[in-house]
T-cell receptor
Framework: AQTVTQSQPEMSVQEAETVTLSCTYD???????LFWYKQPPSRQMILVIRQEAYKQQNATENRFSVNFQKAAKSFSLKISDSQLGDTAMYFCAFMKHEYEANSKLTFGKGITLSVRP | DTGVSQNPRHKITKRGQNVTFRCDPISEHNRLYWYRQTLGQGPEFLTYFQNEAQLEKSRLLSDRFSAERPKGSFSTLEIQRTEQGDSAMYLC????????????FGSGTRLTVV
């Protein structure tokens, strides 16, 4: 079974600064996907960024980038130039490779990020 | 298509009553998932469908829970004889079979059992 650990329950950052959210996971799989999801207050969960485990290059989406360390089973999210709209709960999630029959996500407990004006 | 739609948004029920939630996925998506999220926790997998076939159920899904997806379109999640421990946000999501792009989630149904 897979586990995802987000050990920081809360973080705060000043607007326009950079913040890094940590995530570690445990799996015996060699091929899998990792995701960061954002859940704003009272709003639906949306995908921020994804990483395929067989790709060594770290994924980047505009102000969001990841630091994927496969050997260390670490998958942190860096948010540059933080904006007030980034205030949300962020979840790290694991999924086995798509050819596995079950594409369920295993989530961490999440981290609440507050961006201060 | 406006995304994944869940109804109702909120449901308050008395302990022991039955409740049913509905999820309308994105029409092109053939996979549909149900997750449960309690306060301060990440979502936990309940069950998923490929078209109309229910392919896996979590051990979290006791015999009081049942889910259907007739004709591979919308899905319903029913909870019989609700208990206070069932109070949670119930999330629905849908995806293509190729899930590399992740899911699209609905806004959820918040259930409060009093």
């Amino acid at each position: 079974a897979q586990t995802v650990t987000q050990s920081q329950p809360e973080m705060s950052v000043q607007e326009a600064e950079t913040v890094t959210l940590s995530c570690t996971y445990d799996t015996s799989e060699s091929n899998y996907y990792l995701f960061w999801y954002k859940q704003p207050p009272s709003r639906q969960m949306i995908l921020v960024i994804r990483q395929e485990a067989y790709k060594q290059q770290n994924a980047t989406e505009n102000r969001f980038s990841v630091n994927f360390q496969k050997a260390a089973k670490s998958f942190s999210l860096k948010i540059s130039d933080s904006q007030l709209g980034d205030t949300a709960m962020y979840f790290c999630a694991f999924m086995k490779h798509e050819y596995e029959a079950n594409s369920k996500l295993t989530f961490g407990k999440g981290i609440t990020l507050s961006v201060r004006p | 298509d406006t995304g994944v739609s869940q109804n109702p948004r909120h449901k308050i029920t008395k302990r022991g009553q039955n409740v049913t939630f509905r999820c309308d996925p994105i029409s092109e998506h053939n996979r549909l998932y149900w997750y449960r999220q309690t306060l301060g926790q990440g979502p936990e997998f309940l069950t998923y469908f490929q078209n109309e076939a229910q392919l896996e159920k979590s051990r979290l899904l006791s015999d009081r829970f049942s889910a259907e997806r007739p004709k591979g379109s919308f899905s319903t999640l029913e909870i019989q004889r609700t208990e206070q421990g069932d109070s949670a946000m119930y999330l629905c999501a849908s995806s293509f079979s190729t899930v590399i792009n992740g899911y699209t989630f609905g806004s959820g149904t918040r259930l409060t059992v009093v």
